[in-house]
């Protein structure tokens, strides 16, 4: 390949993320969502890296199962659109090993380093559905 800097899209990764997209579209919440890839026997992506021989020390609880945060972080990640964001989070200090999200006007956004497996337009509808889902009004 002449660009080793690009990032290769994995089909099995990418039709994983196709599908995660398309139910939310379709009206089905991260919580739902979760439910339906466990069903289905879906690996989570930590337990997909591992099975591709990467290891990770800190395991926590949510690499066997999906959950709604990982659903969440996947419709939300513009990585799938062919963009690529840095800087989201950073370490606290040199000695501390423990991160903090940066607010997005922070964040270093590329566009167009990669092919992209969702489209922008379905990337944007799912961002209007998110944004309204998770205004809640209070109830009286």
């Known amino acids: 390949s002449e660009n080793k800097n690009k990032l290769v ?3 099995e990764v990418s039709d ?7 139910l939310y579209e379709q009206g089905n919440g991260v919580t739902k969502i979760a439910q339906i890839l466990n069903d289905k026997g879906i690996l989570t992506p930590t337990k997909y890296k591992m099975s591709k021989g990467i290891n990770f020390k800190n395991q ?7 959950c709604e945060s990982t659903v969440s972080k996947i419709l939300k990640n513009e990585v799938y ?4 964001v ?5 370490k606290l200090s040199y000695k ?3 991160m903090v999200n940066q607010p ?3 964040w270093v956004i590329v566009e167009n380093t990669h092919e992209p497996i969702i489209s922008k337009e379905d990337f944007e509808k799912v961002q209007n559905i998110l944004n309204k889902r998770s205004y809640i009004p209070k109830s009286r």
Do not use: A, C, P
Not at 16 to 22: A, D, E, P, V
Not at 81 to 84: A, D, L, R, T, Y
Not at 86 to 90: E, F, I
């Open 9 to 11: 899209v994995d089909t």
């Open 16 to 22: 994983i993320i196709k599908l995660i997209f398309n």
């Open 60 to 66: 926590g609880k949510n690499i066997e199962y999906w």
């Open 81 to 84: 659109i062919g963009n690529m």
């Open 86 to 90: 840095q800087g989201y989070n950073k």
């Open 96 to 98: 501390s090993k423990k």
């Open 104 to 106: 997005k006007s922070k």
